[in-house]
């Protein structure tokens, strides 16, 4: 699925205005009934209505949502802030269609605002301002989305929460923003709805489907998207009949450290749990029994130390390397890690205390090969990128460096971001809160090790292992709940993850 900017969004109106053909004012209708569709779908007729609505086409929404739901049978308020007297066409044919039904209270703010009561109970329709603001709110609509925050009222906004912009609110002055606890966004959901701090903002949202030119969207370049489950399913690769394990990929995982043999076994029991044909893990010595016992179908290969990395390995009979589960931040598996990814020739994911000792040292970031996979969490990104005020910052960055490096970067997370050499990003939609919890990563980094192996291309194996990684969590946690999800748990759903795939 798509993302556009809000700019595209506009155009993407405009476009099927022109090609439907249909009116503008007949687009807002079809939007509004879906909206109040929705609306209507989750609370009764009893629910009593408070719509506020802004001047521009948001503005419009709402008042049209206003009409619908009076005439589904609920009790609505409206209030229309009109304080420039400039509405737009759309949102002044709407103030005229809503005067006209009567039975709801509707009230024109131009100067004096008497807020009504919002208590529990009641519904609250946000409908200020919409995707197109490009500027904080202040002055009277910030006061306004303050008051309707304090309240204990239910929120819905339509579009986008108001003071919430599309894509970049790093500057945005987040006090004045609704606080939505349902956000109906119109076809697409917005980039900002994708990011760990908007969240209590956006609340849960729905898209809703109006009607948009499938021939707009398709002819439209979208520099972001969601990842689908058909895609993946193009992906995934079967077997054939005559396969064997020399045929299935040979995947090398550089792994552990005193105390951290945990890390060593997740990855490589997700590796092997992927369909790839060996994995050989290459470890200290101490860890050379916790690996044997727990996953006895790896091969061992143990470093010439006791207790961390310290010598590169050759990897001409391998057809992957995974790097940095568990592996310390030594300086000497520092060197040893620089000097590994220097002569390794098979593809590269790189994880965990790879990314941390590469953010010890910077200047070792330009002599990575190009087509490396790295998978930071937040702060491993920003130890390597330097701090970013927020997660539109860590995404510009992250994309920069990709191009930069020729490098795919996955910044995980609850839609887990993969960053593109050619300056695209892929959102991933499976997981959940449960997979919070440690060594969910290492399981992840086996995964794509296991693909890469298999001869999955970097960014196919990028896609589909952050999707069948995340909807094994999903499955697991579907099971045996969010909150006693553990990494281990991850792993033994991989094959019905592979196998809903598949089937």
């Known amino acids: 699925m798509k993302i556009f900017t809000s700019a595209q969004i506009?155009?993407?109106?405009?476009?099927?205005?022109?090609?439907?053909?249909?009116?503008?004012?007949?687009?807002?209708?079809?939007?509004?009934?879906?909206?109040?569709?929705?609306?209507?779908?989750?609370?009764?007729a009893a629910t009593p209505v408070v719509v506020f609505a802004g001047p521009g086409n948001n503005g419009g929404d709402a008042l049209a949502v206003a009409r619908l739901l009076s005439g589904r049978g609920y009790s609505v308020s409206a209030f229309l802030f009109n304080t420039t007297g400039r509405l737009s066409a759309d949102c002044a044919t709407n103030k005229e269609r809503l005067a006209a039904l009567?039975?709801?209270?509707?009230v024109e703010v131009t100067q004096e605002f008497d807020p009504p009561q919002l208590e529990a109970g009641t519904l609250v329709v946000d409908g200020l301002f919409g995707s197109g603001l490009n500027?904080?709110?202040?002055?009277?609509?910030?006061?306004?989305?303050?008051?309707?925050?304090?309240?204990?009222?239910?929120?819905?906004?339509?579009?986008?929460?108001?003071?919430?912009?599309?894509?970049?609110?790093?500057?945005?002055?987040?006090?004045?923003?609704?606080?939505?606890?349902?956000?109906?966004?119109?076809?697409?959901?917005?980039?900002?709805?994708?990011?760990?701090?908007?969240?209590?903002?956006?609340?849960?949202?729905?898209?809703?489907?109006?009607?948009?030119?499938?021939?707009?969207?398709?002819?439209?370049?979208?520099?972001?998207?969601?990842?689908?489950?058909?895609?993946?399913?193009?992906?995934?690769?079967?077997?054939?009949?005559?396969?064997?394990?020399g045929s299935m990929g040979s995947a090398l995982l550089v792994a552990?450290?005193?105390?951290?043999?945990?890390?060593?076994?997740?990855?490589?029991?997700?590796?092997?749990?992927?369909?790839?044909?060996?994995?050989?893990v290459h470890t200290p010595r101490c860890n050379n029994l916790a690996v044997q016992v727990a996953v006895p179908e790896a091969v061992v290969q143990l470093d010439p130390e006791e207790t961390f990395f310290s010598e590169a390995v050759d990897t001409e009979r391998f057809t992957a390397l995974a790097i940095g589960p568990g592996l310390g931040l030594e300086e000497a598996t520092a060197i040893a890690l620089i000097a590994q990814l220097r002569r390794t020739q098979c593809p590269i994911v790189a994880d965990a205390d790879a990314l941390n000792i590469l953010a010890n040292?910077?200047?070792?970031?330009?002599?990575?090969?190009?087509?490396?996979?790295?998978?930071?969490?937040?702060?491993?990104?920003?130890?390597?990128?330097?701090?970013?005020?927020?997660?539109?910052?860590?995404?510009?960055?992250?994309?920069?460096?990709?191009?930069?490096?020729?490098?795919?970067?996955?910044?995980?997370?609850?839609?887990?971001?993969?960053?593109?050499?050619?300056?695209?990003?892929?959102?991933?939609?499976?997981?959940?809160?449960?997979?919070?919890?440690?060594?969910?990563?290492?399981?992840?980094?086996?995964?794509?090790?296991?693909?890469?192996?298999?001869?999955?291309?970097?960014?196919?194996?990028?896609?589909?292992?952050?999707?069948?990684?995340?909807?094994?969590?999903?499955?697991?946690?579907?099971?045996l709940g969010r909150e006693s999800l553990v990494a281990g748990d991850i792993v033994r759903y991989l094959p019905q993850a592979f196998r809903k795939l598949q089937e």
């Open 135 to 245: 500027k904080p709110l202040a002055g009277g609509f910030a006061s306004l989305v303050k008051y309707i925050n304090a309240s204990p009222a239910t929120v819905v906004s339509i579009d986008v929460p108001s003071g919430l912009m599309g894509e970049d609110n790093t500057y945005n002055v987040r006090a004045n923003t609704i606080r939505a606890d349902l956000t109906l966004t119109l076809q697409q959901p917005k980039l900002s709805f994708l990011f760990a701090e908007n969240q209590q903002y956006v609340g849960r949202f729905k898209t809703l489907d109006i009607g948009i030119s499938a021939e707009g969207i398709a002819s439209s370049d979208a520099r972001y998207r969601v990842v689908e489950e058909a895609e993946v399913r193009s992906l995934v690769k079967g077997r054939d009949d005559f396969a064997h394990k």
């Open 10 to 44: 506009h155009e993407l109106d405009k476009y099927t205005i022109e090609h439907e053909p249909i009116s503008s004012i007949d687009l807002m209708e079809r939007a509004a009934e879906a909206i109040a569709r929705s609306i209507a779908g989750e609370w009764g």
């Open 361 to 479: 040292h910077r200047a070792w970031l330009q002599q990575l090969p190009r087509g490396i996979v790295m998978t930071p969490h937040p702060k491993e990104f920003d130890r390597m990128a330097g701090h970013c005020a927020d997660s539109y910052e860590r995404l510009v960055k992250a994309s920069d460096m990709a191009a930069r490096l020729g490098a795919y970067i996955i910044i995980k997370g609850h839609y887990s971001a993969l960053c593109l050499p050619d300056g695209h990003v892929a959102f991933n939609p499976t997981g959940n809160a449960g997979m919070a919890t440690a060594g969910s990563g290492d399981v992840l980094t086996g995964v794509i090790a296991a693909l890469l192996a298999r001869g999955y291309g970097q960014a196919g194996a990028c896609v589909a292992g952050m999707y069948i990684h995340g909807l094994a969590g999903d499955l697991a946690a579907a099971d």
């Open 256 to 280: 552990g450290s005193c105390g951290m043999a945990g890390a060593s076994v997740l990855a490589a029991r997700a590796c092997l749990r992927s369909g790839v044909g060996k994995v050989t």
């Open 102 to 106: 009567g039975g709801v209270q509707f």
